[in-house]
């Protein structure tokens, strides 16, 4: 099984280092040229172009950065109009339920398979192999591919026969650990304008009634002030929140707090935070409360 694979940022390089550990023939491309040097060396075939990368593949997986860096790849350079009929790609980005549409009604026009296969997990899980694959498309197509999926995470999670439904419930997932920073910020910043340390309120609550990872994770670099390096940029958040509230309007659904996040996103990148991680959003709450 001849794999293409597009887009070797923070996730997507360690994803293909596996697949290549596992015995797979990878051709790789990405923008910038070091991630295709270092995946080379694993021996991984480089590609100047996308479309070079994709030329005879059996099956693209894409990692790219958003919606826009997905059209340009596939799209405007062309990528798209390499792969074989027959071929299947997975598109494991964080896109748009808009642009997932989009992309299947491209991929039918040349008999080609499109499933959406999003991932929950940082770097660290992506290198482990073990990331949580959300997948959305034709049941055939996700069989043919499964022996990847097994390669890369450690449990596949289907839901349904349409690639949005996976990216919806990517969207929604990260909506919920946008929510979590924003109570972990706010409740910090109350407990700190009653003298009490923000690091005491998130060791209890992280360790008894929030033990989960994203509270845990999150609360420690908001207890410690740790934004960098950044595991996931607060700007990409940003993306994310906006993204699940344009799903949610297609689907006339109320997102009230999800609106409260927004605001509070806008608000850091304005204070140039942007490039800080994510657990950054609660400098937004110590600011509101005057405590920065």
Do not use: C
């Not at 070079?52 to 950065?65: R, T, Y």
């Not at 607060?234 to 707090?257: H, S």
Request: glycine share 8%; proline share 4%; aromatic share 6%.
């Amino acid at each position: 099984m001849q794999i293409a694979f597009l887009g070797l940022g923070t996730m997507g390089l360690p994803m293909a280092a596996n697949l290549l550990k596992a015995g797979y023939p990878v051709r790789a491309w990405n923008r910038s040229p070091d991630p295709v040097a270092r995946l080379a060396v694993l021996g991984a075939e480089p590609a100047a172009t996308a479309r070079d990368a994709v030329e005879g593949a059996d099956v693209l997986i894409s990692m790219l950065a958003d919606d826009a860096a997905t059209l340009a790849t596939l799209v405007d350079g062309q990528a798209l109009d390499a792969l074989k009929p027959g071929a299947i790609h997975i598109n494991m980005a964080t896109i748009s339920v808009a642009l997932a549409n989009q992309l299947l009604a491209l991929h039918q026009a040349r008999g080609v398979a499109y499933v959406a296969a999003p991932v929950l997990g940082r770097v660290n899980v992506a290198e482990a192999g073990q990331l949580q694959i959300l997948t959305g498309g034709d049941s055939a197509a996700l069989a043919t591919v499964q022996p990847l999926f097994d390669v890369l995470g450690q449990k596949t999670w289907p839901f349904g026969e349409r690639p949005e439904q996976a990216n919806a419930v990517k969207l929604s997932v990260n909506f919920m650990i946008a929510s979590a920073i924003g109570a972990m910020s706010e409740a910090s910043a109350l407990v700190e304008g009653y003298d009490v340390a923000k690091a005491g309120l998130l060791e209890l609550v992280t360790s008894t009634l929030f033990n989960a990872p994203v509270y845990k994770g999150y609360g420690a670099a908001i207890a410690e002030q740790r934004f960098e390096p950044a595991g996931f940029k607060l700007a990409l958040g940003l993306k994310d929140v906006r993204l699940a509230m344009d799903a949610a309007q297609q689907v006339n659904v109320p997102m009230a707090l999800a609106s409260t996040l927004r605001d509070s996103h806008i608000e850091s990148l304005a204070h140039g935070e942007g490039h800080l991680d994510w657990a950054a959003l609660s400098r937004t709450a110590a600011r509101r409360a005057g405590q920065a």
